[in-house]
């Protein structure tokens, strides 16, 4: 009669892990001799894509802000709708984290290193376009609260300083908890290590780990207070981003409904990359037995359940400049829906409204390529809804004399392709280098589940 498994235990590792076989897959990607194909793909690819950015910002900073497609109406575009949508792909990594270690969910472990990692490199790409904005990037750091011979402070009352706060804060709690939960690994890498240089490097960042009871008691306290930190981060930051836009006066941004219109945007952009990065890992590294469908299943239904909450949003935003019965708010409405840019606006509805309603059936849910699609399309709207926010709401305000259209020039394009260059290179780079699932926790869940099947 054949064995039963536990549901947990098939549902983390599969039926046929064990400790032993757990530290060595996952181990050997890192320490193994060559890497496989793709990867070398991978990294010539984001390596070729990254020099935009240095192409780009050298360009930016001989000639100015007005080698963009920027002028009178719309005095934001390409630079605040990237930073908006990278820092929301950066969001699903922390509510991975921080907010389902605290609920004590265990599905969380095959993908939360990875999902950090993904968190940290969005937020780097997120970072340089306030940076090269201000035309000026070696005066940015005026926007920080030092005191000089002038006594010229900052204006708090800006949400653009908001951002500076809230986005540093973001990255560094992130920076932390992510090094923190890799500790024990990095040390098992040091311990597994065949040369002695690897070992060295393995054994500075692992900080003198050695397993013993007062490590792992100070381990667990941090990485716990850690998560506590981080999860009112994970609603503030993106919160403080939208305040960009809804403290201002302008039709379609004047809005309270941004707020938590934002941060649900943010997590359903998070959660539907880190759908399209795991698939392609799971299949390329043959991960199955790690990274299960009860994984991409559950990363899937948040995925639905956060579109809702968009799709909700959007039809919320009609609503209100049909009700406020103010005349500017209408026209915003109607400007969107039929205006000059109305292909980008229902792209949007179809990208982030209608596809993921394919989500409720099982069968899509459970179908990798169909759903890798899914994932692709629902990054695309995100991008699109905060071009129509930007550009929509700049292009034609309240004076009809000021209006103008906004297009994107070659330097816009080269420096967003640019950082999405970036972050398939450090991501390929933190695959190669760094275990991209927690081992040790791995082997917790295999005890647990060993525990209650015996129990």
Same mark, same amino acid.
């Given at each position: 009669?054949?064995?039963?498994?536990?549901?947990?235990?098939?549902?983390?590792?599969?039926?046929?892990?064990?400790?032993?076989?757990?530290?060595?897959?996952?181990?050997?990607?890192?320490?193994?001799?060559?890497?496989? *194909? =793709?990867?070398?793909?991978?990294?010539?690819?984001?390596?070729? %894509?990254?020099? +935009?950015?240095?192409?780009? !910002?050298? &360009? #930016?900073?001989?000639?100015?802000?007005?080698?963009?497609?920027?002028?009178?109406?719309?005095?934001?575009?390409?630079?605040?709708?990237?930073?908006?949508?990278?820092?929301?792909?950066?969001?699903?990594?922390?509510?991975?984290?921080?907010?389902?270690?605290?609920?004590?969910?265990?599905?969380?472990?095959?993908?939360?290193?990875?999902?950090?990692?993904?968190? *940290? =490199?969005?937020?780097?790409?997120?970072?340089?376009?306030?940076? %090269?904005?201000? +035309?000026?990037?070696?005066? !940015?750091? &005026? #926007?920080?609260?030092?005191?000089?011979?002038?006594?010229?402070?900052?204006?708090?009352?800006?949400?653009?300083?908001?951002?500076?706060?809230?986005?540093?804060?973001?990255?560094?709690?992130?920076?932390?908890?992510?090094?923190?939960?890799?500790?024990?690994?990095?040390?098992?890498?040091?311990?597994?290590?065949?040369?002695?240089?690897?070992?060295?490097?393995?054994?500075?960042?692992?900080?003198?780990?050695?397993?013993?009871?007062?490590?792992?008691?100070?381990?667990?306290?941090?990485?716990?207070? #850690?998560?506590?930190?981080?999860?009112?981060?994970?609603?503030?930051?993106?919160?403080?981003?939208?305040?960009?836009?809804?403290?201002?006066?302008?039709?379609?941004?004047?809005?309270?409904?941004?707020?938590?219109?934002?941060?649900?945007?943010?997590?359903?952009?998070?959660?539907?990359?880190?759908?399209?990065?795991?698939?392609?890992?799971?299949?390329?590294?043959?991960?199955?037995?790690?990274?299960?469908?009860?994984?991409?299943?559950?990363?899937?239904?948040?995925?639905?359940?956060?579109?809702?909450?968009?799709?909700?949003?959007?039809?919320?935003?009609?609503?209100?400049?049909?009700?406020?019965?103010?005349?500017?708010?209408?026209?915003?409405?109607?400007?969107?829906?039929?205006?000059?840019?109305?292909?980008?606006?229902?792209?949007?509805?179809?990208?982030?409204?209608?596809?993921?309603?394919?989500?409720?059936?099982?069968?899509?849910?459970?179908?990798?390529?169909?759903?890798?699609?899914?994932?692709?399309?629902?990054?695309?709207?995100?991008?699109?809804?905060?071009?129509?926010?930007?550009?929509?709401?700049?292009?034609?305000?309240?004076?009809?004399?000021?209006?103008?259209?906004?297009?994107?020039?070659?330097?816009?394009?080269?420096?967003?392709?640019?950082?999405?260059?970036?972050?398939?290179?450090?991501?390929?780079?933190?695959?190669?280098?760094?275990?991209?699932?927690?081992?040790?926790?791995?082997?917790?869940?295999?005890?647990?589940?060993?525990?209650?099947?015996?129990?």
């Amino acid at each position: 009669m054949a064995t039963q498994v536990h549901p947990l235990e098939d549902a983390v590792i599969g039926p046929n892990q064990n400790n032993t076989t757990i530290t060595e897959k996952i181990s050997d990607i890192v320490l193994g001799k060559d890497a496989p *194909l =793709f990867w070398y793909i991978g990294v010539l690819a984001g390596l070729s %894509l990254a020099g +935009g950015i240095a192409h780009g !910002a050298a &360009w #930016l900073v001989l000639k100015g802000t007005g080698v963009w497609g920027l002028n009178i109406p719309v005095g934001w575009g390409f630079a605040i709708i990237n930073f908006v949508w990278w820092i929301g792909i950066g969001h699903a990594g922390t509510l991975i984290s921080a907010i389902l270690l605290l609920f004590r969910q265990d599905w969380r472990t095959s993908i939360n290193r990875f999902a950090e990692a993904m968190t *940290l =490199f969005a937020v780097s790409c997120a970072g340089l376009f306030p940076l %090269l904005h201000v +035309g000026r990037p070696w005066l !940015a750091f &005026w #926007l920080m609260p030092y005191q000089n011979t002038m006594n010229v402070w900052p204006q708090f009352r800006s949400p653009l300083v908001w951002d500076v706060f809230a986005v540093t804060t973001y990255a560094t709690v992130s920076a932390l908890f992510w090094y923190t939960g890799l500790v024990p690994d990095l040390a098992t890498m040091r311990d597994r290590a065949k040369t002695k240089v690897v070992r060295r490097i393995y054994g500075i960042f692992a900080l003198g780990w050695r397993g013993s009871a007062r490590h792992w008691e100070r381990y667990e306290s941090v990485y716990l207070i #850690l998560a506590g930190i981080s999860t009112p981060l994970v609603v503030s930051v993106h919160t403080v981003v939208s305040f960009d836009f809804a403290v201002s006066v302008i039709p379609g941004w004047h809005a309270t409904l941004f707020p938590p219109y934002f941060v649900a945007g943010a997590i359903y952009s998070g959660f539907a990359m880190v759908l399209t990065l795991a698939i392609p890992v799971r299949h390329f590294y043959k991960l199955h037995d790690f990274i299960t469908m009860r994984h991409i299943e559950n990363m899937a239904k948040i995925t639905l359940a956060t579109g809702l909450v968009v799709f909700y949003g959007y039809m919320t935003e009609l609503f209100f400049g049909w009700y406020s019965a103010n005349e500017y708010e209408q026209y915003m409405v109607m400007n969107r829906i039929s205006g000059p840019y109305w292909y980008m606006y229902w792209t949007l509805i179809f990208c982030n409204g209608l596809t993921p309603q394919l989500l409720w059936f099982r069968k899509i849910r459970r179908n990798l390529v169909l759903l890798f699609v899914i994932s692709l399309v629902v990054n695309v709207g995100m991008w699109l809804e905060r071009f129509v926010i930007v550009v929509t709401s700049l292009h034609r305000d309240f004076l009809p004399s000021s209006w103008g259209m906004y297009f994107p020039t070659f330097w816009d394009i080269i420096l967003y392709l640019g950082t999405i260059g970036q972050f398939v290179l450090l991501f390929f780079l933190f695959l190669r280098f760094v275990p991209m699932i927690a081992m040790f926790e791995m082997k917790h869940l295999v005890h647990k589940s060993e525990q209650v099947k015996q129990g």
